[in-house]
């Protein structure tokens, strides 16, 4: 069975780092490509982040710069790397599958419960 | 970036009757090589997260009911729930995934009348 923990969340101020992490099961997260959404408190869904899984990475504007998306075979662990946080940033942080093929990359049939970060002075 | 566009916001339809909601993208979404529409569905209840309903704007997902049901091509798009039941109140967002960024419509909340 598929299933997509995701841990890191919480408070922190402006200006802070935090690590989010997102532990697979029933599936192997670099034979996929593993994207990070998020959804501000009561408001729709942003696309943040995407690692392809050849490697490649690639990121929405607003965070360009700032969060780095990884991943660990050893661990089948994807993580969100996140710097310079705003108050804009926060939100719930879901790990989602995409499909194994490239066409269904954005696709997102699996989705972890999410983990909520708050950046707030 | 790719506006994905809902209509209404919200509505509310009596059990057993049919709902409709409709997606529009600023561009098209249909790549004419596979004739394939990037276009998604998905449900998402309160305290949940999204869950996949539809892709190729209409090849229903394994295990997602046959009321379930997505249709239109280019930039126009539907999803028909075509008898609600009562577990299918929730907030439904399309997404496009044919160009990067992925985004998604601001969502079509269902409730029950």
């Known amino acids: 069975e598929v299933q997509l923990v995701e841990s890191g969340g919480g408070l922190i101020q402006p200006g802070g780092s935090l690590r989010l992490s997102c532990a697979a099961s029933g599936f192997t997260v670099s034979s996929n490509y593993m994207s990070w959404v998020r959804q501000a408190p009561g408001k729709g869904l942003e696309w943040v982040s995407i690692i392809h899984s050849g490697g490649s990475t690639y990121y929405a504007d607003s965070v360009k710069g700032r969060f780095t998306i990884s991943r660990d075979h050893s661990k089948n662990t994807l993580y969100l790397q996140m710097n310079s946080l705003r108050t804009e940033d926060t939100a719930v942080y879901y790990c989602a599958r995409g499909g194994v093929d490239a066409a269904l990359a954005f696709a997102f049939d699996y989705w972890g419960q999410g983990t909520l970060v708050t950046v707030s002075s | 970036d790719i506006v994905m566009t809902q209509s209404p916001d919200s509505l509310a339809v009596s059990l057993g009757e049919r709902a409709t909601i409709n997606c529009k993208s600023s561009?098209?979404?249909?790549?004419?090589?596979?004739?394939?529409?990037?276009l998604a569905w998905y449900q998402q209840k309160p305290g949940q997260p999204p869950k996949l309903l539809i892709y190729w704007a209409s090849t229903r997902e394994s295990g997602v009911p046959d009321r379930f049901s997505g249709s239109g091509s280019g930039t126009d798009f539907t999803l028909t729930i075509s008898s609600l039941q009562a577990e299918d109140v929730a907030v439904y967002y399309c997404?496009?995934?044919?160009?990067?960024?992925?985004?998604f419509g601001q969502g079509t909340k269902v409730e029950i009348k």
């Open positions: 997404q496009q995934y044919y160009i990067t960024p992925p985004t």
């Open positions: 561009q098209t979404v249909l790549y004419t090589s596979n004739n394939n529409n990037y």
